[in-house]
């Protein structure tokens, strides 16, 4: 159904979509994770999302 829409409205769905689970992962993992690895959390989420972005890159 949403397939044959147009780009922009799908484009708007899948960004609001992204944006509720950075903001989950925010309110629930990242204070979590940054209690048992502080030094390197920002590190370790900064190449999380560069991985993800370069797999999506290579593979889309």
């Known amino acids: ?9 799908l484009a ?3 960004a609001f979509a992204a944006g ?5 992962l925010a ?3 990242i204070p979590e994770a940054f209690a048992d690895a502080q ?4 590190l370790i989420t900064v190449v999380g999302f560069l991985v993800t972005f370069l797999i ?5």
Do not use: K, N, Q
């Not at 509720?20 to 989950?24: F, N």
């Not at 030094?39 to 920002?42: T, V």
């Open 1 to 9: 159904m949403l397939g044959t829409g147009d780009p922009a409205i």
């Open 12 to 14: 708007t769905i899948l």
């Open 20 to 24: 509720a689970v950075l903001a989950m």
């Open 27 to 29: 309110e629930s993992m």
């Open 39 to 42: 030094p390197f959390i920002g």
């Open 56 to 60: 999506i890159r290579i593979y889309a």
